[in-house]
């Protein structure tokens, strides 16, 4: 059988389930049937180090990719980019009422003008994340198949959605990590609800154990209950809420150390909040690490205070490392824990601190639960090969 040429469109590698997603989806693949490339708006992220030898990186081909991806150092290299990029930002945030609309609306009236297409022609083209990911797969990529992935319940991005059916309406195929999240797209896009398509995140459970043996997180303390919570630091992950959990934990006098792996926009304001709670000295933001694994298995509780999610990476392979987990209620959670792997609690510091103790009095029953299931879910891969394939 020839091979297909493939092509996945990501912003970059940085730290974020999507991200650890295809990376894991790359190590998976089966290379006899595709040439795969991969572009990436910046050549930067804990992941590329994890990308297989046999996936062409596509990386900076035009400078201008760099650009809505907010990279300031490089746009300040090239003054039109740079103020293409001020100007267009600029406009762009006062014409809309949120981040995720001013980012549509620059790709819309200003990036789509300037940026070129790709000269290679491909038999699958997939954006693997929504937003500009996807407008850039329709507007500069020529493919026999064309591919978008959303990562997320789509009404709690906050986008303009005339201009993303616009998108959706000239790809193929839209695929998303659950059914509720399917379900949340169909309310939302009636006339294209054929197009949507559920795989599940994919995830090894051998790598991942492999993984997790290399070290001892230098950060754990052995005489303390050890936290650790996983994510970007932005308002979808609710890092409030954990702050707050840690001040309820600090006056019911529980000795803790709750490390937070991640970066993103609202470091400094969250480390604020920390100092204002008096939290520091049990509570630290220890940025993005390549192997976050090694953390989860020698955690004693996995916690997710996120206010929105798809389908949680993080929880999936807590499960694996059989780390009991405390999550907030978002409306996906419930189709990926069951009250024998961990707590569902309110969005609120005090809900996630007792849930937190209710994993105390009992840890062993919920690792013990975890170690009789298999959460990987490599076979899963068959799926993805029926949509590329198909013709």
């Given at each position: 059988?020839?091979?297909?040429?493939?092509l996945f469109?990501?912003?970059?590698?940085?730290?974020?389930?999507?991200?650890?997603?295809?990376?894991?989806?790359?190590?998976?693949?089966?290379?006899?049937?595709?040439?795969?490339?991969?572009?990436?708006?910046?050549?930067?992220?804990?992941?590329?180090?994890?990308?297989?030898?046999?996936?062409?990186?596509?990386?900076?081909?035009?400078?201008?990719?760099?650009?809505?991806?907010?990279?300031k150092t490089?746009?300040?290299?090239?003054?039109?980019?740079?103020?293409?990029?001020?100007?267009?930002?600029?406009?762009?945030?006062?014409?809309?009422?949120?981040?995720?609309?001013?980012?549509?609306?620059?790709?819309?009236?200003?990036y789509?003008?300037i940026?070129?297409?790709?000269?290679?022609?491909?038999?699958?083209?997939?954006?693997?994340?929504?937003?500009?990911?996807?407008?850039?797969?329709v507007?500069?990529?020529?493919?026999?198949?064309?591919?978008?992935?959303?990562?997320?319940?789509?009404?709690?991005?906050?986008?303009?959605?005339?201009?993303?059916?616009?998108?959706?309406?000239?790809?193929d195929k839209?695929?998303?990590?659950?059914?509720l999240?399917?379900?949340?797209?169909?309310?939302?896009?009636?006339?294209?609800?054929?197009?949507?398509?559920?795989?599940?995140?994919?995830?090894?459970?051998?790598?991942?154990?492999?993984?997790?043996?290399?070290?001892?997180?230098?950060?754990?303390?052995?005489?303390?209950l050890?936290?650790?919570?996983?994510?970007?630091?932005?308002?979808?992950?609710?890092?409030?809420?954990?702050?707050?959990?840690?001040?309820?934990?600090?006056?019911?006098?529980?000795k803790?150390?709750?490390?937070?792996?991640?970066?993103?926009?609202l470091?400094?304001?969250?480390?604020?909040?920390?100092?204002e709670?008096?939290?520091?000295?049990?509570?630290e933001?220890?940025?993005?690490?390549?192997?976050?694994?090694?953390?989860?298995?020698?955690?004693?509780?996995?916690?997710?205070?996120?206010?929105?999610?798809?389908?949680?990476?993080?929880?999936?392979?807590?499960k694996?490392?059989?780390?009991?987990?405390?999550?907030?209620?978002?409306?996906?959670?419930?189709?990926?824990?069951?009250?024998?792997?961990?707590?569902?609690?309110?969005?609120?510091?005090?809900?996630?601190?007792?849930?937190?103790?209710?994993?105390?009095?009992?840890p062993?029953?919920?690792?013990?639960?975890?170690?009789?299931?298999e959460?990987?879910?490599?076979?899963?891969?068959?799926?993805?090969?029926?949509?590329?394939?198909?013709?």
């Amino acid at each position: 059988m020839e091979k297909r040429n493939i092509l996945f469109v990501m912003s970059s590698l940085r730290n974020g389930g999507a991200e650890r997603s295809l990376v894991n989806l790359l190590q998976l693949l089966d290379y006899d049937r595709y040439n795969v490339d991969l572009l990436l708006f910046q050549n930067e992220g804990m992941f590329l180090k994890q990308v297989p030898k046999e996936v062409n990186i596509i990386s900076n081909c035009n400078k201008l990719y760099t650009l809505y991806d907010n990279n300031k150092t490089e746009a300040l290299k090239h003054p039109y980019l740079s103020v293409v990029h001020m100007i267009g930002t600029f406009i762009s945030r006062k014409k809309t009422n949120s981040v995720a609309k001013s980012r549509q609306y620059r790709w819309e009236h200003f990036y789509k003008k300037i940026i070129p297409e790709l000269t290679k022609e491909y038999d699958v083209a997939i954006a693997y994340m929504q937003r500009e990911q996807t407008y850039f797969l329709v507007d500069k990529v020529k493919a026999t198949k064309k591919i978008a992935w959303v990562h997320n319940e789509y009404s709690q991005l906050g986008h303009f959605k005339e201009m993303d059916l616009e998108y959706f309406e000239k790809v193929d195929k839209v695929v998303t990590i659950s059914d509720l999240c399917a379900k949340d797209l169909k309310k939302n896009f009636p006339s294209i609800a054929e197009k949507f398509v559920v795989l599940p995140n994919l995830t090894s459970s051998q790598v991942i154990r492999n993984l997790a043996k290399e070290f001892y997180p230098p950060e754990f303390k052995r005489d303390v209950l050890n936290i650790v919570s996983i994510g970007r630091l932005n308002a979808q992950k609710g890092f409030e809420f954990a702050l707050e959990a840690a001040l309820e934990l600090k006056k019911s006098r529980v000795k803790f150390h709750w490390v937070v792996l991640g970066i993103g926009s609202l470091k400094e304001e969250l480390e604020k909040k920390r100092e204002e709670l008096g939290v520091q000295d049990c509570f630290e933001f220890i940025g993005a690490r390549e192997n976050p694994y090694a953390y989860m298995k020698n955690a004693d509780v996995l916690v997710q205070s996120s206010r929105f999610e798809g389908k949680s990476v993080v929880l999936d392979e807590g499960k694996i490392l059989c780390c009991p987990i405390v999550t907030t209620n978002y409306p996906t959670v419930y189709d990926q824990i069951n009250e024998d792997e961990g707590v569902i609690v309110g969005m609120n510091g005090k809900e996630i601190a007792d849930g937190i103790m209710k994993i105390l009095k009992e840890p062993r029953r919920y690792s013990e639960y975890l170690s009789r299931h298999e959460y990987g879910n490599e076979k899963e891969i068959e799926g993805y090969y029926q949509l590329f394939d198909l013709q």
